[in-house]
Nanobody
Framework: QMHLVESGGGSVQAGGSLRLSCAVSGNLYNYYCRTWFRQAPGKEREGVALLGSGGTTKYADSVKGRFTISKDNANNTLYLQMNNLKPEDTAMYYC????????????????????WGQGTQVTVSS
């Protein structure tokens, strides 16, 4: 059983940066599928960034070039560096992990992931 805890959210002005962290109780072995999702009020949960097996990455078109997903195996932590934030990035951000191999071509939907954190709020003002 994995336990995930996000941190690092907050309120920033447009153009600012935040780094989200996701501390994982288990081990972030390379064959796990790790991801960040977000959900704005009244909208579906959407994939933001995915870190697959072997280090492959995938990003939503809306965040490409601005967000970077990474991990620190020694500290069992997943990160999301968010730069040049926009008001439309405002949402609750969740990390999730699945115990399967995945790549940038794998399915990337919320129901595909079993283990979730509680979420951290990001608010970007114009």
């Amino acid at each position: 059983q994995m336990h995930l805890v996000e941190s690092g959210g907050g309120s920033v002005q447009a153009g600012g940066s935040l780094r989200l962290s996701c501390a994982v109780s288990g081990n972030l072995y390379n064959y796990y599928c790790r991801t960040w999702f977000r959900q704005a009020p009244g909208k579906e949960r959407e994939g933001v960034a995915l870190l697959g097996s072997g280090g492959t990455t995938k990003y939503a078109d809306s965040v490409k070039g601005r967000f970077t997903i990474s991990k620190d195996n020694a500290n069992n932590t997943l990160y999301l560096q968010m730069n040049n934030l926009k008001p439309e990035d405002t949402a609750m951000y969740y990390c999730a992990v699945e115990l399967r191999v995945c790549t940038a071509n794998s399915r990337w939907r919320a129901p595909d992931f079993t283990y979730w954190g509680q979420g951290t709020q990001v608010t970007v003002s114009s």
